[in-house]
Structures are given as C-alpha cells and as structure tokens.
C-alpha cells in the first residue's frame, strides 16, 4: 500500500523528531499530543530546532514554513482516522499502548499500518490485542530521530511481508537506512547498548574512574560521539530504566539489572538532560559531573 499521510501518537523527543522525519520528507502528518495540554509550546520547539537548520543555511525560510504547514497539530486522537501508517511514540508502557491501539483499530481505515517506537517492549504482545494482526511492526527509531540514519523495522510473528516492506520502502523515503529485525527485546541496538550503559554506570559505582573520565575514555578511544553516561542521560534516565528493567525481565542476567545509581537518580526525579540533572548537571556550561553521587 501506498502511505500519503502519517500520523504520529505522543509528542516527546522521539516523537516530535519523527514527525519532522515525515513531514520533511513531504507527508502529511498529523502529530496527536497524548497528554492533556495544549499543542503551542511543541509548535513553539518545533519552530526553534527548524530555525537553528535556518540560521546554519541548511533549510530556507519558506521550506520551514511548508513543513510546518504539512503538520496538523492536534490532542484529538481521532484525527488521525485517515492516516495510512500510525507510529505511536506514548508512554512506554505496555498495557497503555494496547489500549491505544485498540481504540485505534475503531477508527483507522483496515488497510492503515500500526506501528510503535517502544525501545524495548514487544510488539508481539501489542499485535496480540488487536483484532488485524498482519498490520502491527515496530518501527524503531533513534533520538535525534532528524539526525540519526537507522530506523529499525521490528517483524513480530503475524505481522504481513508486505507490511515490512511498505515501512523499509517508507524509512527510506525519509532519508532512512533500515535494517529489518525479528521482534525481540530491545531489538539489535538497544540489546547492545543498554548493558552497554549500564556498564559504564557500574563502573562508576565501583570507583574505577569518574564520570567525565568514563564518558572521555569511550570518545577518545573508541570514537563515539558520546560517552555511556552522557548518552544515558541525553536519552533520559526514565527511558534507560525501563529498558534495563525490560531487557532484565527477559534474559535475568545480572549486568542487565537497573545499577543503583540509575535508580536512585530515577527516584529523585534526576532523568538526565530534560530535568536539568542526572549523571551530569545541566545547570552549567558546558555541565558538570553530578557532585551529589557517590561512587
Ligand atoms: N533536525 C535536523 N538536524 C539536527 C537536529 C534536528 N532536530 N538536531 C541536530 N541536528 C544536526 C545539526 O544541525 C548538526 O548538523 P551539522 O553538523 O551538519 O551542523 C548535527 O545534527 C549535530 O548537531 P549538533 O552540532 O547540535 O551537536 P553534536 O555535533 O554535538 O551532535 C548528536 C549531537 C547528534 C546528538 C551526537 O552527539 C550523537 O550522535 N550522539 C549519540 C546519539 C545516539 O547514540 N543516539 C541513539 C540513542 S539510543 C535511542 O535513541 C534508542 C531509544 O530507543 C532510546
């Protein structure tokens, strides 16, 4: 099938950044706000992030303003009856995004395509509420979702061929590069990197080195843009602990367990670079390491 217009669920970083993905690469898009509030402040951000590509001379006055204009912003979630694919991007939780996709199945068209962003919960349980089986997937992206090049394209048991080859054929429509993945917890990149994470976490914990150190020894020696525990926390502590806490729950292996420190910095309401603290405190610039953990 022929995808014209998408409609994006949940308007956090992951899911603002997709619908800049669509809507740039010419679909209609319709992004529904999942949490009550108005729509203005996610325009307003969405306005800035396209006007800082302005002002570096990658995008022009009037292509910003025709992208603007393909997105419809809306809190109705209804609007998105006539949507061909449907990427959810709420809360990850799985009992709330059934729910959502059952209330979706009563409105959207049979042909139209159901997708999720989780990072780590399974599609196959998703799919297994919903009455057409064959148009469920993941499709998996990665924040900055603008920036980033791979989108993961999650095949569950029922989901059709076909279906997976309309979201590689779209992925690749916005500048994407997917690779295909049979569902599994945390897929290929967040299987890697979660412990990956949690590594460098722990070995904070046990005074090998200090976070600035952790982070400066994974950048210098391996030439990853970020360290494990900046990355942690520009992902956001709350998303890192729901992965942990999910890919735990399906392979019980020790150094898949939430560290200590994550879950304190979770408790405290500490969720890294969007709550101003987390490994790091964002409060100055360039942040610092967070002085209030201990090792
Ligand atoms: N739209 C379009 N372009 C954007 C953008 C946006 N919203 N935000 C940033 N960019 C562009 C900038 O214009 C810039 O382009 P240029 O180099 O051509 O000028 C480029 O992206 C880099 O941006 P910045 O200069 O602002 O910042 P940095 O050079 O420090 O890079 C970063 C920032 C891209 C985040 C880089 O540090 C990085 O790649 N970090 C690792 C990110 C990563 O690993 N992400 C995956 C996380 S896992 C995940 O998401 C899975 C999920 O399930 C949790």
Redesign the pocket.
Known sequence: MEIRKVGVIGLGQ?GL?IV?CAA?AGFETVAVKATPGSTDPIRGK?DK??G??VS?G?MDEAAKGQLLGRIKFTAVEGDVKDCDLIVESIVEDLDTKKALFKRLEGMISKDAILTS????LSITALMAGCEKKDRVAGL?????????KLVEVIQAFETAPAVVDTLTGFCKKIGKDPVTVQDSTGFI??RL?TPYMLSGMRLFEQGTASIPDIDKAMMLGCN???GPL??AD???LD??IA?SKNIYDADRQVFTSPPHTLTRLVELGYLGRKSGKGFYDYSQNPPVANTSLRK
Do not use: C, E
């Not at 962003?117 to 780590?120: A, I, M």
């Open positions: 992951m950044g800049q740039s969405l992030d396209l800082k590509l570096k990658k962003n989780t990072s780590t998996h992206f990665f924040n900055p979702a603008p920036v980033m990149v967040n990197l990853h843009p970020m900046a990355l520009y992902i956001g998303v890192v992965m």
